[in-house]
């Protein structure tokens, strides 16, 4: 048992690092950004079919109009935690950076949102297709977030942009500054949805949502059940914050499941996916992580 205790110990550090990673936390800070329009959204699904459990239905148009609102925030999640974690990155960055010489956090922010517009929206006759701008989305939200502000780090360190004399105002100057990068971030995502698109007659969002579909399966069962919140727990009791090590890497498929639920109630189907926000707050945490609350209730 001793072993097994130096053993964690000696690990301490690198979990440590780990749950101190930029990216991992560029993850947490995108979604704390972005939580008030989850949590407004969610009113509107409550006005919409919390009232069914009483036998009241909405007739079909004025339902429509009460989710108008969730289809336009939450329905589009994707487009803003890329822009949120791309924010979060980029002020990383720009630490690493001299204080006259720094990434423009707006630009990243447009460039991040172009990006993913282009890789996860299908143009149909008449209109465009926004369903991979929702939680199916997100990893590819992810992707183009890690990778715009080094993007941006390199040229800006590098002094790849164009300069402007003196005498040019400054919100101008940094227009032209941040213009070779921008070209460059939406340019290479440009290109990989060409490749991706003829590869495979499908957008980016749609690809990385059927290679991880195993993952999202097996997240969704006893096993994988045990392992997420065993591991958030284990690092609790080494002494890392364990939703921060853990959390990042599963929010994707816990709101992507929320979204699934959603539309198979919508559909008169039971909601079958297990794993999500409400799933972990309520049920796994409820409490507190370890069962705190059983814990202080028992000691008092």
């Keep these: 048992m001793k072993s097994i205790i130096k053993y964690i ?16 936390t560029a993850i947490r800070d995108g979604f704390v950004a972005v939580m008030p329009v989850i949590l407004f959204s ?17 007739p079909k148009h004025i339902e429509e109009i009460i989710m108008k609102v969730y289809t336009f925030t939450m329905g589009m999640i994707a487009v803003y935690i890329s ?5 979060s990155l980029t002020d ?25 517009l282009i890789l996860a929206m299908n143009p149909v006759k008449d209109g465009i297709n926004i369903d991979m701008l929702g939680t199916k989305g997100l990893i ?18 590098n002094n790849i942009t164009i300069k402007m004399p003196p005498q040019v105002p400054g919100n101008i100057a940094q227009a032209f500054k941040d213009m070779i990068p ?12 060409i490749l991706v698109r003829h590869l495979t007659e499908g957008n980016l969002a749609e690809l990385v949502t059927i290679l991880l579909s195993p993952l999202f399966t ?12 065993g591991f958030i727990a284990f690092f609790w009791f080494i002494g890392v914050h364990g939703p921060s090590v853990v959390g990042p890497a599963v929010v994707a498929i816990m ?11 919508r559909e008169g189907q039971h909601a079958s996916f297990a794993l999500t926000q409400s799933t972990q707050d309520f049920v796994a945490l409820m409490g507190g992580t370890g069962a705190t609350y059983n814990v202080l209730n028992h000691t008092c």
């Design 140 to 157: 590819a939200s992810f992707l183009v977030a890690f990778i715009v502000p080094n993007i941006y780090y390199v040229c800006i360190k």
């Design 218 to 229: 097996a997240a969704n069962g006893y096993l994988g059940f045990a392992v997420i919140f």
């Design 9 to 24: 110990e000696r690990m301490k550090p690198f979990f440590e690092k780990v749950a101190a990673n930029p990216y991992l």
């Design 83 to 87: 822009g949120t974690v791309t924010k």
């Design 255 to 265: 709101y992507n499941n929320q979204a699934e639920n959603l539309r198979l109630f």
């Design 92 to 116: 990383n960055k720009n630490i690493k950076l001299p204080k006259t010489n720094q990434i423009n956090v707006i630009s990243t922010f447009i460039a991040a949102e172009s990006a993913l």
């Design 42 to 58: 969610s009113l509107f699904i409550l006005v919409a079919y919390v009232p069914n459990i009483w036998g009241f239905h909405w």
């Design 182 to 193: 921008f070209a460059l971030s939406v340019s290479f995502f440009w290109i990989i949805d």
